[in-house]
């Protein structure tokens, strides 16, 4: 079994999308991977009951208890095996999390951390997205899911798609209509990667891992 861990820091919206697609399309049987399990850095994230609401395991880890970002990643990535659970590497699923992970941390994961960024990459990485897409004048707006590197959102990109930009469109307007797009390319990435793991499996060769 593979299983799935979900990193967020806020409402969750994506994270129950990847729940609710994971058990429509019954991913256990289809491709051997379920969500196990879903950690917040804050204690507060909204998503964390979301996620307890959907019957799977919730915890946080909350980086403000940690003297470093060091000992944070520790006892995360302490977390986040403890839900791995198998001798399959785990799939790490960042959902709105909004914490940078050091190099270190991602090359333990390599290959194997995926993430969701409201812009159409390479534009637009890091924070206010809409705003700034807005501000340039933008006619598309749209998302991107992409393999984690240590490059802040310049890894690999696995699926991207696009809404238009409305005349009057705020930055709320905006980001609401992004969201329902990653609502939907986000499950679907993740169930294309599963379905690469999977052959590999069944050719015996479960080394060559997600990517
Ligand atoms: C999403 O727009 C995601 O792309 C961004 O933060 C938002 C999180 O929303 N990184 P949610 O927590 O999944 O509802």
Redesign the pocket.
């Known amino acids: 079994m593979h299983n799935i861990v979900i990193l967020?820091?806020?409402?969750?919206?994506?994270?129950?999308?990847i729940v609710n697609a994971s058990r429509r399309e019954d991913w256990e049987r289809n491709y051997h991977a379920k969500v196990a399990a879903v950690i917040s850095n804050r204690a507060d994230?909204p998503?964390l009951i979301l996620a307890r609401t959907n019957g799977i395991a919730a915890e946080f880890v909350e980086h403000g208890r940690f003297a470093s970002r060091s000992l944070f990643e520790a006892q995360l990535a302490d977390a986040i095996d403890r839900h791995a659970g198998s001798k399959q590497p785990v799939l790490l699923l960042?959902?709105?999390?909004?914490r940078i992970l050091s190099a270190d941390f991602v090359l333990r994961y390599e290959g194997r951390i995926v993430?969701?960024?409201?812009s159409l990459l390479p534009a637009f990485p890091g924070l206010h997205?809409h705003r700034r897409a807005l501000e340039s004048g933008c006619k598309v707006a749209g998302?991107t899911v992409h393999l984690v590197t240590a490059a802040l959102d310049c890894g690999p990109i696995l699926a991207q798609a696009v809404v238009p930009v409305l005349d009057g469109d705020t930055e709320r307007s905006l980001?609401a209509r992004?969201?329902t797009l990653?609502?939907r390319i986000y499950p679907q990435a993740i169930a294309q990667m599963l379905q690469r793991q999977c052959a590999w499996d069944n050719r015996g060769d479960a080394s060559k891992g997600f990517a």
């Open positions: 967020i820091s806020g409402g969750g919206s994506n994270m129950e999308a994230a998503g960042l959902a709105g999390f909004m993430n969701i960024h409201p997205t998302a980001a992004v969201l990653e609502h």
